[in-house]
């Protein structure tokens, strides 16, 4: 048979695949509203092959049309500004509609351009928002860090004034813990740090924060080689604890009030916050009518689950429900989605998320007493989203998967009753959807699609009727570069009886007559799926497209141990780090996918991924020495016992030096056989270089051949730097495997 040969064209088509590149082959596959009068109406921008169009929808009336006469408002922005103004590519990205007008920001200077063909002309208009202040929902005021305290000031006047006055160093107020608050790739975008984690009350008189208690939690380093000032090499200094520590951030709760400059603190224990803030997190939130605030808490062991109602008068606090397991209690199956947590009818009843049964299911609650009411949702298949909670008809409507019966990770809009009758999928296609509901909730915006199927955009009605079609995606650039859909495949994992899912990308110009290298494409988890169901790769899935188009077969999969099927499926990673999202699973996926495919060489297989993916490819290459001969890992944890306790804790539970051992690629390196390539951010402040550094270490000790690429000024995800970090990882691949 033939064989594949990397060539530079092939190079040039991979890097038009990348993250940064790829949005712009498909067109008109993400809407991104923008609401109007609460979401009565709302517009958006969209790009297609003839510019960036605006469009106002207004989904009462039925309506889909541009938001205003592109050619016209570019002929007037061009007389009044003196600039060259192209109507296909408007130099704004957001307007504002104002009856007859619309406003935006152009050239340095606010502009008002009537609708109605008339002229265009400088306005009166606010400075553009500043990413490190938060405005109330009256835009009267904003909230900003100064120094280790938070300060208001008044939209209407300019008067700022102190909320805090004691916070220091170690205490201060609306931080999170320094690798998020302090972020490397914050500082690439030119911010010192990220916006104040703060919650303005319904009727922004109080804004609810926390002083972030960070006295004797680990310190650790990094050193930044060539500094902006071109001097000396600086030494970077945050604060970090490793599992077992004793002393981690945490999160002491209080609520301002912004008029009066008083302070009500909680009366309870502090909140654990080892990685990022609960109000960023969305643990922590308002009631609707700023009576109470709600918070959720889970000790170290995250075997416990605790809501919380906070007086923000009194700062009295009690507690409303608890539940405990076994294992992880979780309010939602990945840490990024929002609590599947609602309080009702005005504080008297609770709709609460469990997979007490199994699987992933609401639950109703007095929420004055604790006592439970029923379960609302049951059955094999797993709730991913709450979207709306219609408290007149007693009716919630939700997202869930594992209802299509070919693929148990599409999502299904569904509703139920709260008393548990009336189930029903709203969408009633085996398309994976992915939906917006707008600050009205009268209707939601839905995308639907699957891996090879591009995503058709609606604006749909609670009984599943289209009221409005917005966008079918033009996928005619991508499929231009050679790029055919991956094949969504079902194989049986390791143990020979669990279903598990992945997809399979085949190389650009695809000859069954040639034998191609393979190449594995891990993420584990246990926090996120590797594999999307949607059109979109997610975040994961460029570096696969790429790849593929150098002329490898690519596999991704979901082995057992990641999120998003039930809960026996995801507790199979719990005190198992090692096992990297069921590698013993991808590789009885690749025996498999194989059988029938003779094109794919399994002498030829590699493995390459970043962050949690990084350590999955060094784990292979260890545990699977005969199968993975090459191998690029890049940002890679391999040593849990010496990064965040956050992520230790949560996966492998309290420490102990066996079980955090045995998920350690450092104490296993004297196994390497193939060819390794080890790839890190010499600012990497999420994933320190010390972890890829302690492995380096480990392997020259046991005399083993690989290479080392430290990139010294890159943070943990390479901005700035993807392009000259692929072109590495691509041409070791292509050396070893090609």
Same mark, same amino acid.
């Given at each position: *048979?033939?064989?594949?040969?990397?060539?530079?064209?092939?190079?040039?088509?991979?890097?038009?695949?990348?993250?940064?590149?790829?949005?712009?082959?498909?067109?008109?596959?993400?809407?991104?509203?923008?609401?109007?009068?609460?979401?009565?109406?709302?517009?958006?921008?969209?790009?297609?092959?003839?510019?960036?169009?605006?469009?106002?929808?207004?989904?009462?009336?039925?309506?889909?049309?541009?938001?205003?006469?592109?050619?016209?408002?570019?002929?007037?922005?061009?007389?009044?500004?003196?600039?060259?103004?192209?109507?296909?590519?408007?130099?704004?990205?957001?307007?504002?509609?104002?009856?007859?007008?619309?406003?935006?920001?152009?050239?340095?200077?606010?502009?008002?351009?009537?609708?109605?063909?008339?002229?265009?002309?400088?306005? %009166?208009?606010?400075? &553009?928002?500043?990413?490190?202040?938060?405005?109330?929902?009256?835009?009267?005021?904003?909230?900003?860090?100064?120094?280790?305290?938070?300060?208001?000031?008044?939209?209407?006047?300019?008067?700022?004034?102190?909320?805090?006055?004691?916070?220091?160093?170690? @205490?201060?107020?609306?931080?999170?813990?320094?690798?998020? *608050?302090?972020?490397?790739?914050?500082?690439?975008?030119?911010?010192?740090?990220?916006? &104040?984690?703060?919650?303005?009350?319904?009727?922004?008189?109080?804004?609810?924060?926390?002083?972030?208690?960070?006295?004797?939690?680990?310190?650790?380093?990094?050193?930044?080689? *060539?500094?902006?000032?071109?001097?000396?090499?600086?030494?970077?200094?945050? @604060?970090?604890?490793?599992?077992?520590?004793?002393?981690?951030?945490?999160?002491?709760?209080?609520?301002?009030?912004? %008029?009066?400059?008083?302070?009500?603190?909680?009366?309870?224990?502090?909140?654990? *916050?080892?990685?990022?803030?609960?109000?960023?997190?969305?643990?922590?939130?308002?009631?609707?009518?700023?009576?109470?605030?709600?918070?959720?808490?889970? &000790?170290?062991?995250?075997?416990?689950?605790?809501?919380?109602?906070?007086?923000?008068?009194?700062?009295?606090?009690?507690?409303?429900?608890?539940?405990?397991?076994?294992?992880?209690?979780?309010?939602?199956?990945?840490?990024?989605?929002?609590?599947?947590?609602? $309080?009702?009818?005005?504080?008297?009843?609770?709709?609460?998320?469990?997979?007490?049964?199994?699987?992933?299911?609401?639950?109703?609650?007095?929420?004055?007493?604790?006592?439970? @009411?029923?379960?609302?949702? =049951?059955?094999?298949?797993?709730?991913?989203?709450?979207?709306?909670?219609?408290?007149?008809?007693?009716?919630?409507?939700?997202?869930?998967?594992?209802?299509?019966?070919?693929?148990?990770?599409?999502?299904? $809009?569904?509703?139920?009753?709260?008393?548990?009758?009336?189930? %029903?999928?709203?969408?009633?296609?085996?398309?994976?959807?992915?939906?917006?509901? &707008?600050?009205?909730?009268?209707?939601?915006?839905?995308?639907?699609?699957?891996?090879?199927?591009?995503?058709?955009?609606?604006?749909?009605?609670?009984?599943?009727?289209?009221? $409005?079609?917005?966008?079918?995606?033009?996928?005619?650039?991508?499929?231009?570069?050679?790029?055919?859909?991956?094949?969504?495949?079902?194989?049986?994992?390791?143990?020979?009886?669990?279903?598990?899912?992945?997809?399979?990308?085949?190389?650009?110009?695809?000859?069954?007559?040639?034998?191609?290298?393979?190449?594995?494409?891990?993420?584990?988890?246990?926090?996120?799926?590797?594999?999307?169901? =949607?059109?979109?790769?997610?975040?994961?899935?460029?570096?696969?497209?790429?790849?593929?188009?150098?002329?490898?077969?690519?596999?991704?999969?979901?082995?057992?141990?990641?999120?998003?099927?039930?809960?026996?499926?995801?507790?199979?990673?719990?005190?198992?780090?090692?096992?990297?999202?069921?590698?013993?699973?991808?590789?009885?996926?690749?025996?498999?996918?194989?059988?029938?495919?003779?094109?794919?060489?399994?002498?030829?297989?590699?493995?390459?991924?970043?962050?949690?993916?990084?350590?999955?490819?060094?784990?292979?290459?260890?545990?699977?020495?005969?199968?993975?001969?090459?191998?690029?890992?890049?940002?890679?944890?391999?040593?849990?016992?010496?990064?965040?306790?956050?992520?230790?804790?949560?996966?492998?539970?309290?420490?102990?030096?066996?079980?955090?051992?045995?998920?350690?690629?450092?104490?296993?390196?004297?196994?390497?056989?193939?060819?390794?390539?080890?790839?890190?951010?010499?600012?990497?402040?999420?994933?320190?270089?010390?972890?890829?550094?302690?492995?380096?270490?480990?392997?020259?000790?046991?005399?083993?051949?690989?290479?080392?690429?430290?990139?010294?000024?890159?943070?943990?995800?390479?901005?700035?730097?993807?392009?000259?970090?692929?072109?590495?990882?691509?041409?070791?691949?292509? @050396?070893?495997?090609?």
């Amino acid at each position: *048979m033939k064989t594949t040969r990397l060539d530079a064209a092939a190079c040039r088509t991979a890097e038009r695949l990348l993250r940064h590149n790829r949005h712009e082959l498909v067109l008109g596959d993400k809407i991104n509203p923008h609401w109007i009068d609460g979401g009565a109406r709302f517009w958006y921008a969209v790009d297609t092959s003839a510019g960036r169009r605006f469009v106002l929808v207004d989904p009462a009336a039925g309506t889909r049309e541009p938001a205003f006469d592109r050619e016209m408002v570019a002929a007037a922005l061009a007389a009044a500004s003196g600039h060259d103004v192209d109507a296909a590519a408007l130099p704004f990205g957001a307007v504002e509609l104002t009856g007859d007008a619309v406003e935006f920001d152009a050239f340095g200077a606010h502009w008002r351009c009537g609708l109605d063909g008339g002229a265009c002309e400088k306005a %009166a208009g606010g400075p &553009p928002r500043h990413p490190l202040e938060v405005p109330s929902s009256d835009r009267r005021f904003v909230v900003f860090r100064r120094g280790h305290d938070l300060w208001a000031r008044s939209a209407e006047d300019g008067r700022e004034w102190a909320l805090t006055s004691d916070g220091d160093a170690d @205490r201060d107020y609306g931080a999170g813990p320094d690798f998020f *608050m302090y972020s490397g790739m914050l500082k690439k975008a030119g911010l010192p740090h990220a916006p &104040p984690a703060v919650s303005w009350s319904p009727d922004s008189t109080r804004v609810l924060t926390h002083r972030t208690d960070q006295r004797g939690v680990r310190r650790t380093h990094l050193v930044e080689s *060539m500094p902006d000032d071109g001097g000396a090499p600086a030494l970077l200094t945050q @604060r970090q604890p490793f599992p077992g520590d004793d002393r981690l951030p945490l999160a002491e709760l209080v609520v301002l009030d912004v %008029a009066e400059g008083t302070a009500v603190p909680a009366r309870a224990e502090p909140q654990a *916050m080892p990685v990022m803030s609960p109000i960023f997190t969305r643990w922590a939130w308002w009631a609707e009518d700023g009576s109470a605030v709600y918070y959720l808490s889970r &000790p170290r062991d995250v075997r416990t689950l605790r809501l919380h109602r906070l007086d923000p008068g009194t700062g009295e606090v009690t507690t409303v429900l608890t539940e405990t397991g076994d294992t992880r209690v979780e309010p939602s199956q990945q840490p990024a989605q929002r609590p599947m947590v609602r $309080v009702l009818s005005g504080g008297r009843e609770l709709l609460w998320y469990s997979q007490r049964d199994g699987w992933g299911h609401l639950y109703l609650y007095d929420a004055r007493s604790g006592e439970p @009411r029923g379960q609302v949702t =049951s059955g094999q298949w797993a709730v991913q989203e709450i979207l709306r909670v219609d408290e007149a008809r007693r009716v919630v409507y939700f997202v869930a998967s594992g209802l299509v019966a070919s693929d148990p990770y599409r999502r299904s $809009v569904c509703r139920a009753g709260l008393d548990g009758s009336g189930f %029903a999928r709203v969408t009633d296609d085996d398309l994976d959807h992915v939906v917006v509901v &707008p600050e009205n909730g009268e209707y939601f915006i839905d995308s639907a699609s699957t891996t090879d199927s591009p995503p058709w955009a609606t604006v749909r009605g609670w009984d599943g009727r289209v009221i $409005v079609e917005l966008e079918r995606a033009d996928i005619t650039r991508l499929t231009a570069t050679g790029w055919t859909p991956p094949e969504r495949f079902r194989v049986k994992a390791a143990d020979g009886r669990t279903d598990i899912y992945g997809v399979l990308y085949r190389p650009h110009g695809f000859d069954p007559d040639r034998r191609y290298p393979v190449l594995d494409h891990p993420y584990p988890g246990p926090q996120v799926n590797r594999v999307s169901p =949607s059109f979109d790769p997610g975040f994961f899935g460029h570096d696969a497209e790429a790849a593929a188009a150098l002329g490898f077969v690519v596999m991704a999969v979901d082995g057992r141990g990641t999120p998003g099927r039930s809960k026996a499926f995801h507790d199979a990673s719990y005190r198992r780090l090692a096992d990297a999202g069921g590698l013993a699973d991808h590789v009885a996926a690749l025996e498999q996918l194989a059988e029938g495919r003779p094109w794919m060489d399994l002498d030829r297989v590699g493995i390459f991924g970043h962050s949690g993916g990084g350590f999955a490819a060094v784990r292979a290459m260890l545990d699977f020495p005969g199968v993975f001969k090459t191998g690029v890992s890049e940002s890679g944890p391999h040593d849990n016992r010496y990064y965040n306790l956050g992520w230790g804790e949560t996966y492998d539970g309290p420490f102990d030096e066996e079980t955090y051992a045995r998920s350690s690629n450092v104490d296993i390196a004297d196994r390497l056989e193939g060819n390794l390539l080890l790839v890190h951010g010499g600012l990497d402040d999420n994933v320190s270089p010390h972890l890829t550094l302690r492995l380096a270490d480990r392997l020259i000790a046991a005399d083993k051949d690989f290479e080392l690429l430290i990139v010294p000024g890159a943070e943990h995800m390479f901005f700035g730097y993807e392009r000259y970090v692929a072109r590495r990882r691509w041409d070791f691949l292509a @050396r070893h495997l090609m």
